[in-house]
């Protein structure tokens, strides 16, 4: 017989968070294809923003690992209650994942989390450690 099990039940066994609370990249991308199923499912939109680093020629480097947790918290006061924040690719890039959001709201939601999120950020760590920061 095969029951169904609720997605967080379901993670259980995949969930892992750090000390910061944010997920790691196996549970987070779980949590991905939750919410992408929820989606098709309740006809609700979410957005994903991803925070990382680059290197003099663009590519994607590792987050110091002092910044990190300060990223991570940062994320945390942007979001809601409903969303979630892990990493999307362990120590090099930081999501955070926003939940059940209506079409007309996405640009707006997602614009208004940005500017909260790299205002916070700023605040932390210096103009100069985020010079080659990205928020997508």
């Given at each position: 017989m095969?029951?169904?099990?609720?997605?967080?039940?379901?993670?259980?066994?995949?969930?892992?968070r750090s000390e910061s609370g944010a997920y790691n990249e196996e549970a987070f991308r779980h949590l991905l294809a939750i919410e992408s199923k929820r989606s098709q499912h309740?006809?609700?939109?979410?957005?994903?923003i991803l925070v990382h680093w680059t290197d003099a020629?663009?590519?994607?480097?590792?987050?110091?690992?002092?910044i990190a947790p300060k990223v991570i918290a940062a994320s945390f006061?942007?979001?809601?209650?409903?969303?979630y924040v892990g990493w999307y690719r362990d120590g090099r890039i930081i999501g955070?994942?926003?939940?059940v959001l209506a079409k007309?709201?996405?640009?707006?939601?997602a614009t208004r989390?940005?500017?909260h999120l790299e205002e916070i950020i700023?605040?932390?760590?210096?103009?100069?450690?985020?010079?080659?920061m990205r928020i997508l």
């Open positions: 095969v029951t169904a099990t609720r997605p967080m039940e379901a993670m259980a066994s995949v969930a892992s309740s006809g609700r939109y979410w957005q994903i020629q663009g590519g994607i480097v590792q987050i110091n690992p002092d006061r942007s979001v809601r209650e409903t969303d955070a994942v926003l939940t007309e709201a996405m640009t707006q939601v989390f940005k500017s700023l605040g932390e760590i210096g103009i100069e450690e985020t010079s080659h």
